[in-house]
């Protein structure tokens, strides 16, 4: 059993380099405005949705947001867990960075059309990029979406098993002021709302190991699966 009393910030396994971390799980962070459990305790609203001592429980028209200059500069990682429940029309933006003053700039890692896990990117051009299977209905996944450089990035599924690299497509590093849960963080930045639920979640200002990755699925599978 997992002792809620403690500090939320204390059950982040990576705690190097992160800069961003959302146990939502816990119940320090079920209310409609709390802090991210991070040395940076971002306010952050919630906007619908409903906690279950899961997750974030997101139903297509329910987000969390917040405003946060997380990072200036490649690499950075994005990892989150989370359950597609059901399958929207376009992509689901799970966890999502972006320039909240923009209507097209953003990084994000979720679902594809077809249930397939995707990490996406606009700035003055879009790409993305998805791979493995349909993971509609198939509980909570920890998916990682690694960001080297501008033309050097990977997704990963679980413990570290690679779904797809891509080197091909380079996007500039907008300005970040903002990131959100299970939606775009602006209504300009494309793709819809998550169907589904969202346990826990990760910033981090490096590129994560596929050790690190494994290390972060080792340590977290227990809360989610």
Not at 152 to 174: F, G, I, K
């Amino acid at each position: 059993m997992v002792d809620v009393a403690r500090s939320p910030q204390l059950f982040n396994p990576l705690p190097d380099g992160t800069v961003l971390y959302v146990p939502l799980w816990h119940l320090e962070l079920s209310g409609g405005l709390f802090s991210s459990a991070d040395d940076f305790r971002y306010p952050s609203t919630r906007t619908g949705g409903t906690f279950d001592g899961t997750g974030f429980i997101a139903d297509g028209d329910d987000k969390i947001t917040a405003a946060a200059t997380l990072l200036t500069a490649y690499p950075f990682t994005l990892s989150l867990w989370v359950d597609l429940t059901t399958i929207n029309a376009n992509r689901s933006h799970c966890l999502a960075i972006s320039n909240n003053a923009a209507t097209n700039e953003y990084f994000m890692v979720g679902f594809g059309t077809t249930g397939l896990a995707t990490m996406s990117a606009r700035n003055t051009q879009e790409w993305a990029i998805q791979g493995g299977s349909d993971l509609e209905g198939t509980g909570k996944h920890l998916l990682t979406a690694v960001f080297r450089a501008a033309q050097d990035r990977e997704l990963y599924l679980d413990r570290a098993n690679s779904l797809v690299t891509d080197t091909t497509n380079s996007v500039a590093l907008p300005t970040i002021n903002g990131w959100s849960l299970a939606a775009p963080v602006n209504a300009g930045t494309g793709g819809v709302l998550l169907t589904g639920v969202i346990g826990e979640g990760w910033v981090h200002t490096k590129g994560l190991s596929t050790d690190e990755i494994a290390f972060n699925y080792d340590r977290t599978r227990g809360r989610h699966q």
